[in-house]
């Protein structure tokens, strides 16, 4: 875990279960039962994808807790049956659910939940607004952070913008893989989903692709806004504490992520 005044850089890659990665990023010979043990030992986060798909068990949630690193973080995504609906006021159950399904069995280790939405979900003022009501700020003694994936260009207007920020929720910063970029600063932490990586590069991006990223990522936590991204909404001041930051290496060409988000947390030490 990199750090730079008070903000915390987490970096890591989605899901722990992908057989290319065994023999390249996984040892020959490690049994499968241990690869969430050894990729929590080479990055400091990783992003749960089975949530999307289905209800997980509250014993799973408890032996990931047990099986990482005490500074190791989690995020995790929110459930498809909440997001992929024509009225998002009405996943009040959905979103209940999930929270009673045993995800803050992760205690510390728990960081945003990622609500991703389908690229045909498009942005409604009131229905948005009537989702985001929805999400708890606290469950079962845990804090909890909110994150939406968007990716439709309809929501990269002001009124999004300043809707996610009267609920303290950010925005998913997109790099890659077709989907819309909005960099506002919306919440007290920045979420980056990069979508890049390609086969002909062994470290999934070259090396000043990745200094470009480790240098803002170093912005971000100081507590600055990066510019040359792009932006929708009204511009905010730099926060004098901080902020954390969850950086994912995502899609893109799968079998080099880890490599990827290994040399970003090098860079950032």
Known sequence: MARDKSGAVRI???????????????????AQ??????????????????????SQKPESFARWH???????????????FATNRRVLGEAGESVARFFASGVTRLGAKLGPINWQFL????????????????????FDGCAIRHVVEVRHDSFRVPAFVELLRAHGVAAVMADGGGHPQIADITAPFVYARLQGTTRTVGTGYDAKALDLWAGRARRWTAGEDVAELDHFGT??????????VFLYVISGFKQHNPAAAMELIARLK
């Open 119 to 138: 690229p045909t979900k498009q942005f409604d003022h009131d229905d948005f607004a009537a989702f985001l009501a929805l999400l708890p700020k606290e």
């Open 235 to 244: 511009r905010v001041a730099k926060a004098a504490a901080g902020r954390d």
């Open 12 to 30: 890591g890659v989605g899901g722990w279960t992908y057989a290319p990665w065994r023999g390249t990023f996984y040892p020959d010979g490690l």
């Open 66 to 80: 047990d099986e990482t690193p005490d500074d190791f973080v989690f995020s995790v995504k929110g459930p498809r």
């Open 33 to 54: 039962k241990r690869e969430l043990e050894y990729a929590s030992r080479q990055l400091t986060s990783i992003e749960i994808n089975g949530t999307y798909y289905g």
